[in-house]
C-alpha cells in the first residue's frame, strides 16, 4: 500500500524561528514524487515544493527546504525564519511517476502549523 | 499561471436530491483531472481520475453510480452526486495537470463545499 504518515497532528513556532514538519511514506515504486501543501483557512491547496526521488538533492523553495531521505523513506519540511502567514495545515503527499498511480496524490493526515508573534 | 475553478463554491441541498459538482481549467487543456474529497479537519482522500473521452477510474471503495463523473472536454469534468445523504456532506477538491506538462505540477480549484440536509 502506498501510504503517507504525518505524525505531528500539531506544531507551533515562534516568528522569526524555524520548524521542522515530519513525513514518512512507503511505496514499492522506484520512481516516484513528494510534496507539500499547504492548505490555509481558505482551503485552497497551495503548493510548497516537490521533490523528485530520483533526485539526490535536496529541494528549496526560499525559506522552504527539504530532508529527503530516500532508503529512511522520510521527507521533512524545515521552514526557516517563520511568519505569520504560515500558518495553515500542511500537508506531505506523494504521486507515481508511472503506471496506475501515476498523478494520483496520496495525502498524510495533516500538521496544524500555528506561528506565535 | 494555470487556474482552476469550481462551481458553485458551496451547495445545501435536501437528502435524496442530485448535485453537480464542475470543474474548469481555465487557460490551460487537461487530458485529466482528479476529485478528492475532504471532510473536516481530515486529509484530502482520492475518489478518482477524470479522462477525456473516456470512463472515469474510481478508487477502492468509492460508489461509481454514486459519484457520477463525465469529462466532456479538455477543459472540463463534472462531478455528480446522486441521491445525496447527509453523510456525503464534504468540501470536495478537483485539481488538474496541464496536458503536456509535469505529472508533478497539478493546480488544484478552490473546492466546493456540500452539505446535505
Known amino acids: 500500500a502506498q501510504t503517507v504518515t504525518q505524525s505531528q497532528p500539531e506544531m507551533s513556532v515562534q516568528e522569526a524561528e524555524t520548524v521542522t514538519l515530519s513525513c514518512t511514506y512507503d511505496?514499492?515504486?522506484?520512481?516516484?514524487?513528494l510534496f507539500w501543501y499547504k492548505q490555509p483557512p481558505s482551503r485552497q491547496m497551495i503548493l510548497v515544493i516537490r521533490q523528485e526521488a530520483y533526485k539526490q538533492q535536496n529541494a528549496t523553495e526560499n525559506r522552504f527546504s527539504v530532508n529527503f531521505q530516500k532508503a529512511a523513506k522520510s521527507f521533512s519540511l524545515k521552514i526557516s525564519d517563520s511568519q505569520l502567514g504560515d500558518a495553515a495545515m500542511y500537508f506531505c503527499a506523494r504521486s507515481g511517476a508511472g503506471g496506475t498511480s501515476y498523478g494520483k496524490l496520496t495525502f498524510g493526515q495533516g500538521t496544524i502549523l500555528t506561528v506565535h508573534p | 499561471g494555470a487556474v482552476v475553478s469550481q462551481h458553485p463554491s458551496w451547495v445545501i441541498c435536501k437528502s435524496g436530491t442530485s448535485v453537480k459538482i464542475e470543474c474548469r481549467s481555465l487557460?490551460?487543456?487537461?487530458?485529466?483531472m482528479f476529485w478528492y474529497r475532504q471532510f473536516p479537519k481530515q486529509s484530502l482522500m482520492l475518489m478518482a481520475t477524470?479522462?477525456?473521452?473516456?470512463?472515469?477510474?474510481?478508487e477502492q471503495g468509492v460508489e461509481k453510480d454514486k459519484f457520477l463523473i463525465n469529462h466532456a472536454s479538455l477543459t472540463l469534468s463534472t462531478l455528480t452526486v446522486t441521491s445525496a445523504h447527509p453523510e456525503d456532506s464534504s468540501f470536495y477538491i478537483c485539481s488538474a495537470p496541464r496536458s503536456g506538462g509535469a505529472i508533478d505540477t497539478q493546480y488544484f480549484g478552490p473546492g466546493t463545499r456540500l452539505t446535505v440536509l
Open positions: 487557460d490551460f487543456q487537461a487530458t485529466t
Open positions: 511505496t514499492s515504486e522506484s520512481d516516484y514524487y
Open positions: 477524470s479522462n477525456e473521452g473516456s470512463k472515469a477510474t474510481y
